[in-house]
Structures are given as structure tokens and as C-alpha cells.
């Protein structure tokens, strides 16, 4: 599945959700700054200190932007696209298809699509806000010529949907940041923030163990979580261990989505 001499593939994902994700959780919010800071956070110093680690490092990613975050933060946006990284669907809102109705998911998708269009990306992918799917989303992406979703946790490696084929990238809890970096000031008190450490060595040893076995390693991730100052450095230190691996494919979702597009086709014939 993966090019030529490549034992396994990776690709380095970003919810970049600043204040929509908190507004979707009660639409409130939005009228209390305190709150909407953490995601504010996000746009202001996350997004930069990643761009400047990807750019070090010579790596390009994907981020997955609600449309209405890239009308607040339109030029985030440029700097995300200018420094070659991919621009991917997550919703126009950060409401959960699960709690639309069919309409309004469609509608959020077209209205995401034009929004992201507009500031010059061509999505090709899909990760939804929560990795929550509706009754018909598959359909709807299909429907507006979509080739991926990276949403869900059944796999270690891309697999075609059917009958939309859509071919999803799986992903997992383990490999997001937000399990063991999410905090807020609600159900969270009794949970711990885990230290860089604990998550470097989570991701580590999953990396390893999947690349051995040849699969698809998606590592989701969020500007306001990883973007602290500490796990930017963990992040860094995880990249150049990822890197070391010469055998490894390491690409944006959308190179990766269009490979297995290619290598499942040839497989179907
Ligand atoms: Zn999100």
C-alpha cells in the first residue's frame, strides 16, 4: 500500500478547533472570555509554534478546520496553507453530526467547503467534530467528491468504505492529545494532566509496534493542548524519533487517503 522501499506510513494531524469547540459544547460560551481563551490560545500561540516546528523539520501536515474558525482566523489560515500543509473538513461549527439532522449536516459541509475554498484549499478529507458520524455522512461526503475520513478506530490501516467508497484513515484515543492533555474547568477536576513524558512514551511505543507491523500510524492532535510551550518539545523530540525511521512513510492524510485510493482499487479489479 504505502511507495516503494516504505514498511510503514504516518501522517501528523491538527484539529484546529480555537473557540469552536467550546462554543459547541454550550453555545453560551461564547459570551464568556475566560472560557473561550483556552481555544483562543490555540490560534494565537499554537498554530505559530507548530507551523515553526513543521517548517524546521521540513514536514508538512494536515489540519482539520471548522469553517467558522477559519472565518475568525483567516489568516492562521494562509500561514497553515502558504507553509504547504493540507487544509481538511471538520464541520462549519464543532457540533457533533450525531446531533444534526441530515440538512444541517449537509449544510455544514457546504458551508465549510466554501469557506475553506475561498481561502484557497481543496479539501479532499474529513475528520468531524467528535469523530462522530450521522446517519448518512458517508453519502454526504461521496455525494461532494470527498476521498477520505479519518474518524475512526476499527483498523490499523486504511480501508475503503462501501458503498460510498470512501476510504477511511483510521485513528484511536491513545494517538490524540486530547485523553491525556484535555482540561477544563468542569468534569476534570479529578483527572490528571499527564506530563510530556507519559504521553512521548504512550506514542513511542504504539509508533513502534505499528510500524513493525506495516500499518497507518494518525496522530490527531489540537493547537490548544499540544501548543504549550513543554509538549511543543515533546513534540519535536517525537518527530525526530519518527524520523529516524528510514522506512517510514511520512505524509499529509490526503497523500496518504490518494495511495491507499490507488493501491485498494488495484486490489478490487
Ligand atoms: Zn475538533
Given at each position: 500500500m504505502w511507495p516503494e522501499g516504505k514498511r510503514a506510513a504516518a501522517a501528523l494531524t491538527f484539529d484546529f478547533d480555537a473557540e469552536e469547540v467550546w462554543i459547541a459544547e454550550d453555545p453560551a460560551n461564547v459570551r464568556r472570555p475566560g472560557v473561550l481563551s483556552q481555544g483562543t490560545y490555540g490560534a494565537k500561540v499554537g498554530v505559530p509554534l507548530i507551523l515553526e516546528l513543521l517548517a524546521r523539520h521540513d514536514l508538512r501536515a494536515t489540519f482539520f478546520v471548522p469553517g467558522r474558525v477559519a472565518e475568525r482566523h483567516p489568516g492562521r489560515v494562509e500561514e497553515i496553507l502558504a507553509g504547504g500543509h493540507e487544509l481538511g473538513l471538520h464541520g462549519f461549527t464543532h457540533r457533533s453530526p450525531a446531533r444534526l439532522g441530515d440538512d444541517e449536516e449537509a449544510d455544514e459541509l457546504d458551508h465549510s467547503i466554501a469557506v475553506l475554498s475561498g481561502l484557497g484549499a481543496k479539501p479532499t478529507g474529513y475528520r468531524s467534530p467528535s469523530w462522530d458520524f450521522g446517519d448518512h455522512t458517508l453519502g454526504l461526503l461521496a455525494a461532494r467528491g470527498l476521498l477520505y475520513s479519518s474518524n475512526l478506530m476499527d483498523d490499523i490501516r486504511p480501508y475503503r468504505h462501501e458503498p460510498s467508497g470512501i476510504i477511511e484513515?483510521?485513528?484511536?484515543?491513545?494517538?490524540?492529545?486530547?485523553?491525556?492533555?484535555w482540561?477544563?474547568?468542569?468534569?476534570?477536576?479529578?483527572?490528571?494532566?499527564?506530563?510530556?513524558?507519559?504521553?512521548?512514551?504512550?506514542?513511542?511505543?504504539?509508533?513502534?509496534?505499528?510500524?513493525?507491523?506495516?500499518?497507518?500510524?494518525?496522530?490527531?492532535?489540537?493547537?490548544q493542548l499540544i501548543g504549550r510551550p513543554s509538549r511543543v518539545e515533546m513534540l519535536d523530540e517525537f518527530v525526530t524519533f519518527v524520523r529516524s525511521h528510514g522506512d517510514l512513510w511520512?505524509?499529509?492524510?490526503?497523500?496518504?487517503?490518494?495511495?491507499?485510493?490507488?493501491?485498494?482499487?488495484?486490489?478490487?479489479?
Open positions: 484513515l483510521p485513528v484511536q484515543w491513545m494517538l490524540d492529545d486530547a485523553p491525556h492533555f482540561f477544563d474547568n468542569g468534569a476534570s477536576w479529578p483527572k490528571k494532566i499527564s506530563t510530556p513524558s507519559e504521553v512521548l512514551e504512550i506514542w513511542r511505543a504504539e509508533f513502534s509496534a505499528m510500524h513493525r507491523l506495516g500499518a497507518l500510524f494518525v496522530l490527531t492532535m489540537h493547537p511520512l505524509a499529509t492524510a490526503g497523500e496518504i487517503a490518494a495511495a491507499a485510493d490507488a493501491a485498494l482499487n488495484v486490489r478490487d479489479v
